[in-house]
Structures are given as C-alpha cells and as structure tokens.
C-alpha cells in the first residue's frame, strides 16, 4: 500500500501565497506520474498540475504563471507553490501519485487540505 500525506493548506487573503506539500511512503517499488487536484463545493474535482518523473511539468490553464508544481524523487515529494491566489482557487486540494508495489500498479490519493482564499 502507498499512503499520501498533505500539509500546507490554510487561509490567504487575495493576492497571497501558499505551499502544499505532499509525500509518499509504504511498499512503493516505482512513482510515475504525480499530480495536485481541486474541488469547490458544487463542483467536479479538476485536474490543477501534475509531473512526470522526469520532470516535465503541466498546469492548467487558469492557474499558469501563478502556480508551479516541483518534485524531489529522493523524497518521494511533490510540491505546489501558489502565487496571486484568487478566491476561485478556494478548494479542497488532493494530492495523487501513480504508484507501482509488487503487488500492482494504482492511483493512490491524498485526504485533502483545505486551502481558503479570502478577505
């Protein structure tokens, strides 16, 4: 099994910054790709930005130039820094890891952070 543990979610006011943090642990033999996702009450979770193991990185295009996810393989982390948040960035945000064990390969999920932007 592979657990995802978030952390760096909180309450910014318009214009702020904030960093998720998610790391990786259990019986991993590989992670592939890793991504951040979101969702607002009433709404569908959304696809925010994800990265390869490589490096090569995609973001959405509502938050391009403001949010930047990172990687450090090593620690089996990922990172989203968010700039000029805007209060639609208000939303529970899961980290996901494509992940290999010995015994399969799956989607593993974080259990959410809650990231509030507002004045």
């Known amino acids: 099994q592979v657990q995802l543990v978030e952390s760096g979610g909180g309450l910014v006011q318009p214009g702020g910054s904030l960093r998720l943090s998610c790391s990786a642990s259990?019986?991993?033999?590989?992670?592939?790709?890793m991504g951040w996702y979101r969702q607002a009450p009433g709404k569908q979770r959304e696809l925010v930005a994800s990265?390869?193991?490589?490096?090569?990185?995609n973001h959405t295009d509502s938050v391009k130039g403001r949010f930047t996810i990172s990687r450090d393989n090593a620690k089996n982390t990922i990172y989203l820094q968010m700039n000029s948040l805007k209060p639609e960035d208000t939303a529970v945000y899961y980290c996901?890891?494509?992940?290999?064990?010995?015994?399969?390969?799956?989607?593993?999920w974080g259990q959410g952070t809650q990231v509030t932007v507002s004045s």
């Open positions: 996901n890891a494509d992940a290999a064990t010995n015994w399969a390969r799956a989607y593993y």
């Open positions: 259990g019986t991993i033999l590989s992670i592939h790709d």
């Open positions: 990265i390869t193991r490589g490096g090569i990185r």
